[in-house]
């Protein structure tokens, strides 16, 4: 992080499925090299041998009682928020050739 | 009558016992003043006026019949736009979700429900949460109702402003980096983010779930109190909600005089970058606690500045997986571009997203991809636990933390737009105390020369809300500050 940070913005933006303008990544590339050196300010602190906090407070995973599964909606509820749907499924665009 | 509107919970709660209204006079009486004062606001994105009415006249027969509830049986309370309420659209104010509409209730809605409240309307905010002055929404801008010229603050603007305007008795807001206490703050009302934790994020849509909580806006410490009271608990719905430990009636404790507070002052609070107004008047109402008897402590959180770059690594970075079940697929905005699977994802998401999102998005994403997790997503969780380290340090010699809320008052609209990091150092006092997860309220603490609204957080210790809520009850009940309404 010593140098000047710079993002990828194409090779980002492949890896978060994000169809972007080319204006679009030429403001937001700017700004963001600008957040990305002012996130250099962690460098200032040891964190030699700090455990990494991923919440506030010390959570263990939990298991659901027995096997009983909820009430849920029936199937045209769920489908029928999709975009596009027919016979109680989602349509998308053909995925293998 | 004709100001219900502006009336605590509590006043319209002995009003409805002693049968001075009902349900339905104190609901026309919000419906009114929203259908006045909204088209300068602009702080709801939809309402339903005949659905609140029937919901009254639910209450009103309840209470007739002496089956009525509580405090909160009878009382419109305005709910923010990333809560699901059943039946209801919940956009998230996003193009993404335009279409959307909830097919079941979020937890702390159907706890409300249960406690006979009106669920009332859909608020403004940042598109998903994401901004500190409401100007991300997708579909309009709401305005500060004490000056329209200057935004709300955000992300829950919408709920900040209906609340100070008098367009609902409470509101419910979220709260991930200060998204309740800093609009709380700039529109002159009370906004409280609990404990992570006890209020379930089921019906939430999530943008950092680490940090994410539901919590209320209100006009008075005690009426916030009650809607905590309501709220809390434990959710099979949601793993990380917790059962409270301590006190939990609020609201009847601050009938108890407890006291004198050690109170902590961080220095780092009061340094570059606080407008001089603010700095004077968090001064004076510290001073305030002093005379009370309070003892004030100087303490120190020497990684409060680094605060701000944590939370901009670990939000993003949750937000960025978060938002990844937006793709098009099986709800929300698709594009009709989409040719494959693939440009169904990216044409739908970069059609769907707003600027802010797109640029958290990306964010998030590089602060996770490969070659820079550990320089920046690692190093920002070690550094949280060190931010979670000074706030324990300190609560070893005081019973709350007082600071501003938010270093500046309300700006105009625009003035931040087109430079993120102004936006986002907007949260340098409220996002500490997410990334800790604890307890922390704005009350009104006074106004600036040009009648803009100033806010004092209280700073409290985990699961500690009812000495958070005594130690800003006195402040409130001290001074005539929360009884001020905007001229609209």
Known sequence: ?97 | MSDLHFKTITELAAMLAAGETTSVSITHAVIERTAAVDAQVKAFLSSDPEDALAQAEASDERRALGRAIGSLDGIPIGIKDTLAVKDQHLRCASKMLENYVSPFDATCITKLREAGAIIWGRLNMDEFAMGSSTENSAFQTTCNPWNLETIPGGSSGGSAAAMSAGEAIATLGTDTGGSIRQPAALCGVVGMKPTYGLISRYGLVAFASSLDQVGPFARTVEDAALLMEAMLGKDPLDSTSIAPEGETNYAAALKVKKGPWKLGVPQEFFGEGIDPEVKVNIEKAIDWYKEQGCEIVDISLPHSELAVPVYYIVATAEASSNLARFDGVRYGHRSEEAKDALTLFTKSRGEGFGDEVKRRIILGTYVLSSGYYDAYYLRAQKVRRRILGDFEKAFEQVDAILTPTSPTPAFNRGERANDPLAMYLSDVYTISVNLAGLPAISIPSGFTERGLPIGLQVIGKAFGEADMFAIANAFEQGHDYYKAVPAL
């Open chain 1, 1 to 97: 992080m010593s140098e000047t940070p710079h993002i990828d913005i194409d090779y980002v933006a492949k890896l978060a499925r994000l169809d972007m303008t080319e204006e679009e990544k030429s403001k937001l590339g700017a700004q963001l090299d600008d957040i990305l050196g002012y996130f250099d300010k962690l460098n200032s602190v040891d964190v030699e041998g700090v455990e990494p906090m991923a919440h506030a407070h010390r959570v263990t995973n939990v298991w659901r009682e027995g096997d009983q599964p909820d009430e849920t909606y029936a199937p045209e509820i769920l489908t029928g928020m999709a975009p596009d749907q027919r016979d109680n499924q989602v349509v998308v665009p053909k995925v293998v050739e």
